[in-house]
T-cell receptor, first 113, second 113 residues
């Protein structure tokens, strides 16, 4: 069974601060996905990284996939209240019939104005 | 284009009853997966359907079942409901394979009393 550990579990910061969320595993993944979920809604896909060492930027968000494809990080620059939500990482690995995703338990981010 | 539609949004059932949840994927998406989300366990994979066939299955008891129709719409059924089945049930779809990510619906909030 593959596990993804996310840290920290909770994060409360002031508007304008920077933060990093980590997603770690002992397993190798074919891709690593990051989602953001708001209360009462389903997760929304932010980015997918597939190559070891890959870095992707989405405005103030920077995503990195570890060289060994076992870990990933999400860095937010100058956080804004609109960034508040639950951030989930998910790793894809070959399953019985297709790729199967394993989700971390999430990092709950609160950005205080 | 229309997103993933789940019905109903909210449901209250009594222990021992059964329930059926419905999911309409994005047009052209043939893979539909179901997840259970609880505060303690996070997102846990139930099963995935592709072209009316179950392609992957998680570690849930046989009380949880699903199916997919020829138009890719999917249903999941939970029989003999238990209090612990209270959760947000999320449906997600993708064109072929979840390696590049899912589009999630808003979920069905099931409360068992």
């Amino acid at each position: 069974t593959q596990l993804l550990e996310q840290s920290p579990q909770f994060l409360s910061i002031q508007e304008g601060e920077n933060l990093t969320v980590y997603c770690n595993s002992s397993s190798v993944f074919s891709s690593l996905q990051w989602y953001r979920q708001e209360p009462g809604e389903g997760p929304v896909l932010l980015v997918t990284v597939v190559t070891g060492g890959e870095v992707k930027k989405l405005k103030r968000l920077t995503f990195q996939f570890g060289d060994a494809r076992k870990d990933s990080s999400l860095h937010i620059t100058a956080a804004q209240p609109g960034d508040t939500g639950l951030y989930l990482c998910a790793g894809a690995a070959p399953g019985a019939g297709s790729y199967q995703l394993t989700f971390g338990k999430g990092t709950k981010l609160s950005v205080i104005p | 284009k229309a997103g993933v539609t789940q019905t109903p949004r909210y449901l209250i059932k009594t222990r021992g009853q059964q329930v059926t949840l419905s999911c309409s994927p994005i047009s052209g998406h043939r893979s539909v997966s179901w997840y259970q989300q609880t505060p303690g366990q996070g997102l846990q994979f139930l099963f995935e359907y592709f072209s009316e066939t179950q392609r992957n299955k998680g570690n849930f008891p046989g009380r949880f079942s699903g199916r997919q129709f020829s138009n890719s719409r999917s249903e999941m059924n939970v029989s003999t409901l238990e209090l612990g089945d209270s959760a947000l049930y999320l449906c997600a779809s993708t064109r072929q394979d979840p390696i590049y990510g899912y589009t999630f619906g808003s979920g069905t909030r099931l409360t068992v009393v």
